[in-house]
């Protein structure tokens, strides 16, 4: 079964900038539709950008125009750029197909704070 690796989380300071990574077992882009996910504390996980195997995206209004996911070449890893980054996406992120049928991965943790 395909598993997913996130990396790329830490702590940045508001307006700062971060590189998500989701590693897959194999080439996960030809396959499925992929989304980058993400739950903070007493809220529920909720999708906020996702990207079809044939390169189209999609976004939540709260990161739209700030966030870009893309994968690459080999379509084995899915990347979310995120940019001028608000203490509202203080959260732990997660990569999975869209919709969901993979198990979760460990997740990363990216907190926004001065």
């Known amino acids: 079964q395909l598993q997913l690796v996130e990396s790329g989380g830490g702590l940045v300071q508001p307006g700062g900038s971060l590189r998500l990574s989701c590693a897959a077992s194999?080439?996960?882009?030809?396959?499925?539709?992929m989304g980058w996910y993400r739950q903070a504390p007493g809220k529920q996980r909720e999708l906020v950008a996702s990207?079809?195997?044939?390169?189209?995206?999609n976004y939540a209004d709260s990161v739209k125009g700030r966030f870009t996911i893309s994968g690459n070449n080999a379509k084995t890893t899915v990347y979310l750029q995120m940019n001028s980054l608000l203490p509202e996406d203080t959260a732990t992120y997660y990569c999975?197909?869209?919709?969901?049928?993979?198990?979760w991965g460990q997740g990363t943790q990216v907190t926004v704070s001065s």
């Open positions: 194999g080439s996960i882009l030809v396959v499925f539709d």
């Open positions: 990207i079809t195997s044939g390169g189209s995206t």
């Open positions: 999975n197909t869209n919709p969901i049928q993979l198990p």
